[in-house]
């Protein structure tokens, strides 16, 4: 099976100490607004967190990579396993902080406020209706269309880059857009994320490191 371009992982176990953007408890850094204000996402709560990501691939593995900085064990949910193999221990140097497993299969693992988890969802829509305290969800599509109404319809936060016209046609029935937010997604850079919370968009710009670019490469 062919890897996908920046899939490939020679981080040590200082790689996660070197991801520095600066993060509230439970919280990660992507970016910041127009305003050069930081745009947080806060993964971790005392309430389950549910994010749906609308992405191929280059923003899943930063929020992987910054959830692991932070303490939270990850759990991807994949019908590429072999893909991510040495993934975890390569950017860890631990054996025991990140695990593949197949689509649907779902583990039974606690999250606490010093080890929170955060579960991937690549391509196929993982139900965990049983999602605690100090746990997320992140469930990654690569194209945006229906098949992704129930994930939004849970999510808390929808993170989108740039929507083709036929799936801006889908979101904008799904999520009612607007002509200044669907010409915002038509046009947004490949660096550039919009963020919709609680009824409150955001526009930002991601912020990467030295390390992060030279696992994963610039923005795709």
Do not use: C, K
């Amino acid at each position: 099976m062919r890897r996908r371009a920046g899939l490939e992982f020679t981080g040590d176990q200082g790689t996660v100490g070197g991801v520095a953007l600066g993060t509230e408890p439970g919280g990660i850094v992507l970016g910041f607004d127009q305003h050069q204000n930081p745009v947080t996402l806060q993964l971790f709560r005392a309430q389950p967190t549910r994010v749906l990501l609308i992405d191929r691939g280059w923003v899943e593995r930063l929020l992987m990579l910054r959830a692991l900085a932070i303490g939270a064990r990850v759990v991807v949910h994949t019908p590429d396993e072999p893909l991510w193999n040495g993934f975890g221990e390569s950017v860890t140097g631990r054996p025991d902080l990140f695990r593949a497993a197949p689509p649907y299969q779902t583990l039974d693992v606690p999250g606490t406020v010093a080890t929170p988890v955060l579960f991937v969802a690549e391509r196929h829509p993982l139900s965990v209706p049983e999602l605690g305290p100090w746990q997320a969800l992140l469930t990654v599509a690569g194209w945006f269309g229906e098949y992704v109404a129930q994930s939004l319809f849970e999510a808390d936060v929808v993170i989108l880059r740039r929507l083709t016209e036929r799936q801006l046609a889908a979101a904008a029935t799904l999520m009612r857009l607007d002509a200044m937010q669907a010409a915002t997604l038509q046009a947004t850079p490949p660096d550039g994320l919009v963020v919709y919370q609680a009824g409150t968009w955001r526009y930002l710009r991601l912020a990467t490191t030295q390390i992060e670019q030279q696992l994963f490469g610039g923005p795709q």
